[in-house]
């Protein structure tokens, strides 16, 4: 029984130790993982930079850090902020159907954060341009839309990330939004291709 109980002990103290390894490896390979990361931005953000600078024309097209606001007699498009959070937050909590076929779901308050910095930072690299949109009969916010895959060399980008309170869906918004979207991208920014992307479950979006 001693060389049992002797036997066990071992087998759990290598087991603990076998555990301890896996979880020393994984740690570095986060570490490795993260500088990974860290690096791959700072050569992106160095590319953009240099791109712009060898291409002029192109910061003439779209200025990322420029604040562009779109609007017409219904709804105005203005750049997100990082604040807007506030003002969506009742959409993202109460309106759990908007993000019926939304990969990037954010359902919940900490979903919405990591949204809409995702969005900013997209912003950033030069990928992405997110408006939050503002039905001016209630001078309210009340959804978000962007420019996306933004693609200024080969003059394309893409239209989506679209959502609205479901109040505002079916009344006009979309279409007004739609239509100041693509005076942009084609009248101002002189993009040659715009493209519209929808899961295919999502009938009421195709």
Same mark, same amino acid.
């Given at each position: 029984?001693?060389? =049992?109980?002797?036997?066990?002990e071992? #087998?759990? $103290?290598?087991?603990?130790?076998?555990?301890?390894?896996?979880?020393?490896?994984? $740690?570095v #390979?986060?570490?490795?993982?993260?500088? &990974?990361?860290?690096?791959f931005? $700072?050569?992106?953000?160095?590319?953009?930079?240099?791109?712009?600078?060898s291409? !002029?024309? =192109?910061?003439?097209? &779209?200025?990322?850090?420029?604040?562009?606001v779109l609007e017409?007699d219904?709804?105005i =498009?203005? !750049?997100? &902020?990082?604040s807007?959070?506030?003002? %969506?937050?009742?959409?993202?909590?109460?309106e !759990?159907?908007?993000?019926?076929?939304?990969?990037?779901?954010?359902? @919940? *308050?900490? *979903?919405?954060?990591k949204?809409?910095d995702k969005? %900013?930072? @997209?912003?950033?690299?030069?990928?992405?341009? !997110?408006?939050?949109v503002?039905?001016?009969?209630?001078n309210?916010?009340?959804g978000s839309?962007?420019?996306?895959s933004? @693609? %200024?060399?080969?003059k /394309?980008?893409?239209?989506?990330f /679209?959502?609205y309170?479901?109040?505002?869906?079916?009344?006009?918004?979309?279409?007004?939004?739609?239509?100041l979207? =693509?005076?942009? *991208?084609?009248?101002q &920014?002189?993009?040659?291709?715009?493209?519209?992307?929808?899961?295919?479950?999502?009938?009421?979006?195709?």
């Amino acid at each position: 029984m001693v060389l =049992l109980k002797e036997f066990q002990e071992r #087998i759990i $103290t290598d087991l603990v130790g076998i555990i301890k390894c896996f979880f020393d490896l994984f $740690t570095v #390979i986060s570490k490795i993982g993260g500088l &990974l990361i860290q690096s791959f931005i $700072t050569i992106n953000e160095a590319f953009l930079t240099l791109v712009m600078h060898s291409h !002029p024309s =192109l910061k003439k097209m &779209l200025d990322f850090e420029n604040d562009y606001v779109l609007e017409n007699d219904h709804v105005i =498009l203005r !750049p997100m &902020l990082a604040s807007d959070y506030n003002l %969506l937050l009742e959409y993202s909590v109460n309106e !759990p159907d908007i993000w019926k076929y939304n990969g990037n779901e954010p359902n @919940n *308050a900490e *979903a919405l954060r990591k949204y809409i910095d995702k969005a %900013l930072y @997209n912003r950033k690299m030069g990928i992405d341009y !997110p408006f939050t949109v503002v039905y001016k009969k209630e001078n309210k916010v009340i959804g978000s839309t962007r420019l996306y895959s933004i @693609n %200024l060399i080969n003059k /394309t980008t893409e239209l989506g990330f /679209t959502w609205y309170g479901k109040k505002y869906q079916g009344t006009g918004v979309n279409k007004n939004c739609k239509y100041l979207l =693509l005076s942009f *991208a084609f009248d101002q &920014l002189k993009m040659e291709r715009v493209g519209f992307r929808a899961n295919s479950l999502n009938i009421p979006s195709i």
